[in-house]
């Protein structure tokens, strides 16, 4: 069954500093790969993607992730923080027998430090 | 494009009432799923729909739930009677097509039972 996990549920950074959030998946199949980002009191809203393509992914916002095989781990960067980068950020894979279903991880809760 | 549509956004009621969540999808959507948020639990999928039938509903998390979706435009969640620990965010999302597509959220019904 494919999982992910993603390491440290809150994550404090100054302003203009470097975002690392990190996830590693398990997956018996080449996995599909997502970060979502959730603002206080809205849906969850999409960053970016990984589907077999190209392995550094750019996303909104300034985000982007590279995929890692060998280290089965999809890491989420951004070279400077924003105050308006607070968020709650889930890393998923797709699952389920026909590819639809998506499995989050915990989140990672981030707070931007002025 | 309006995004996925759920109503209401904040729902009270008191223990034992009958609760109906709502769901209108992306028009052109042909999966549907339905999710709920708690601090203790993260992020679960309760059931999904594809093409209107429900595919996976092993998520529900007892007989007092059930979700209907009687066409590709209109999807409901029901739980009847409501507890207190129900009590929690949900969120419809959906799909285009039936594989390795990302989900979009709607901005989700925050509950309340007292």
């Known amino acids: 069954a494919q999982s992910v996990t993603q390491l440290g549920s809150h994550v404090s950074v100054s302003e203009g500093a470097l975002v690392l959030l990190r996830c590693n998946y398990s997956?018996?199949?080449?996995?599909?790969l997502f970060w979502y980002v959730q603002y206080p009191n809205q849906g969850l809203q999409l960053l970016l993607k990984y589907t077999s393509a190209a392995t550094l992914v750019k996303g909104i916002n300034g985000f982007e992730a590279e995929f890692k095989k060998s280290e089965t781990s999809f890491h989420l960067t951004k070279p400077s923080a924003h105050m308006s980068d607070a968020a709650e950020y889930f890393c998923a894979v797709i699952s389920g027998a026909a590819g639809n279903k998506l499995t989050f991880g915990g989140g990672t809760r981030v707070l931007v430090k002025p | 494009d309006a995004g996925v549509i759920q109503s209401p956004r904040h729902e009270v009621t008191e223990m034992g009432q009958e609760v109906t969540l709502r769901c209108k999808p992306i028009?052109?959507?042909?999966?549907l799923f339905w999710y709920r948020q708690t601090m203790m639990r993260g992020l679960e999928l309760l059931i999904y729909f594809n093409n209107n039938v429900p595919i996976d509903d092993s998520g529900m998390p007892e007989d007092r739930f059930s979700a209907k979706m009687p066409n590709a435009s209109f999807s409901t969640l029901k739980i009847q009677p409501s507890e207190p620990r129900d009590s929690a965010v949900y969120f419809c999302?959906?799909?285009?097509?039936?594989?390795?597509?990302?989900?979009?959220f709607g901005p989700g019904t925050r509950l309340t039972v007292l």
């Open positions: 028009s052109g959507h042909n999966s």
């Open positions: 999302a959906s799909s285009p097509g039936t594989s390795y597509n990302e989900q979009f």
């Open positions: 997956s018996s199949v080449p996995p599909y």
